[in-house]
């Protein structure tokens, strides 16, 4: 498994921890990907390179989606929960438990083939905090087994669970 480039796309400690343990693995440069103004143009230029997304908000398009190896860590247990601030819709809805996924990417958000999970259980004294902290945690300890399954091609599809991510809409006023 070559790829012509590996970058980390993310924010904090999770990106950062990640980009070390790629590097290790990988025994090839992981470029950081920070700052960069107009992230739609410089992903648009990639071929077959391995972009690792760890904690990021970043929306991968189509065309990147196609010509590279995209994975992400999500923070909740996939097929629920996906898009933003999973750990917060894990406490609003009284899961019992919640967890981390690193998954592929692919076109719809939060879909792709699932490389690993792990649960987390959840109780009453839980906060939005300490459940973020706990999930990096095991994120950052999950990463190498997931670069051990994507090396290995040993991934299993997500099944989608038709109604089970649920979605807010709620009306803003402006006053």
């Known amino acids: 498994m070559t790829y ?6 993310g924010t904090g400690k999770v990106a950062k921890e990640c980009q070390k343990i790629a590097n290790d693995f990988f025994r090839q440069e992981v470029n950081f990907v920070k700052n960069i103004e107009n992230l739609d143009d410089f992903f648009k230029n990639l071929k077959n390179c391995l972009i690792i997304s760890a904690n990021n908000f970043y929306i991968f398009k189509k065309e990147c989606i196609q010509k590279n190896t995209i994975i ?33 990417v692919k076109e719809s958000i939060d ?8 649960e987390i259980k959840l109780d009453n004294n839980c906060t939005a905090l300490s459940l973020l902290n706990a999930q990096h945690k095991l994120a950052l300890t999950l990463f190498r087994e997931a670069l051990e399954i994507l090396k290995n091609k040993t991934f299993k599809m997500q099944i989608s669970g038709g109604g089970i991510t649920k979605n807010y809409l709620y009306q803003i006023m402006v006053i």
């Open 72 to 104: 992400n860590y999500h923070n909740a247990l996939l097929p629920f929960h996906r898009g933003c601030n999973a750990h917060i819709w894990s406490i609003w809805e009284n899961d019992k438990k919640t967890g981390i996924t690193w998954h592929m």
């Open 4 to 9: 012509s480039y590996i970058y980390i796309i």
């Open 111 to 118: 879909t792709g083939d699932i490389l690993v999970q792990k």
